[in-house]
């Protein structure tokens, strides 16, 4: 498998055809996407004003492969010290980190972000560099105000779930605190936007400005039209 530094440099080359080189940021997502590929990608394309007409802007493929570089820089350095101290503290006897390393929390139904795979315009608002340093400001014990994702201090939106309610961020929908009734819940949006819209940029213009027409609802109220599923395990 090439590496991201290699797809990296692919979408800087401009002899490369366009197509190829947009193909190419899309594979970096594959090795780095803190918010989830389409989350990720979403966000990108909206930070770095990705045109559907590739043609019009060229070197927003380069502003959004760099933003992401630059995120993943970040996190790799954290990374090697997160091996280091986990190596320090097995020798010690401590085979369960006290604290788990954001990038490995599972996108399985009880993560706090699980509905940003779901729901890829609710991801945090964050750039991506900013995202990773608040999240290694956390897992290193940081007392951080706001959402712990995004930093929003504003009012959570509370969602029922059929079994009690839980609250959930009004900016980027991370689950702030579960349903107290302990079964595990999966939040989703009552219409799903297919992969296929966000990967041919339908959520922006001509001028890679976000299109206010699509996907409709956005916002706090996008949050509260989420429906709560209990999810429930065959085993």
């Known amino acids: 498998m090439t590496s991201f530094l290699t797809h990296r440099a692919r979408v800087h080359d401009e002899g490369l055809p366009l197509y190829r080189r947009h193909s190419a940021l899309r594979t970096c997502l594959t090795c780095f996407a803190p918010y989830g590929l389409r989350a990720t990608y979403h966000h990108l394309t909206v930070s770095a004003r990705v045109s559907r007409r590739l043609e019009m802007d060229p070197d927003a493929l380069v502003r ?3 933003e992401l570089h630059e995120a993943r820089v970040l996190w790799v350095a954290r990374a090697e010290g997160y091996t280091a101290q986990r190596r320090a503290e097995k020798r010690a006897g401590l085979r369960r980190p006290a604290q788990p390393a954001w990038w490995n929390r599972p996108w399985w139904e009880q993560s706090p972000d699980r ?18 340093r608040r999240q290694n400001a ?5 007392e951080l105000p706001g959402c712990p994702a995004c930093g929003d201090e504003g009012p959570a939106v509370s969602l ?6 839980a609250e959930l961020c009004r900016t ?27 990967w ?10 976000p299109n206010p027409h699509w996907p409709g609802v956005q916002g706090p109220a996008r949050v509260e039209q989420l429906e709560a599923y209990e999810v429930v395990h065959p085993w």
């Open 64 to 66: 959004a492969v760099e």
């Open 160 to 165: 029922p779930t059929g079994h009690g309610r």
């Open 200 to 209: 041919q940029r339908q959520h922006v213009t001509g001028t890679g400005e």
């Open 115 to 132: 509905v940003w795979q779901h729901d890829p315009f609710l991801h945090p608002p964050l750039r991506l560099p900013d995202y990773v």
């Open 138 to 142: 956390v897992m290193d014990g940081a």
């Open 172 to 198: 980027c929908a991370r689950v702030l605190e579960p349903c107290p009734c302990g079964r595990r819940h999966s939040y989703e949006p009552a219409l799903r936007v297919g992969w296929s819209g966000i």
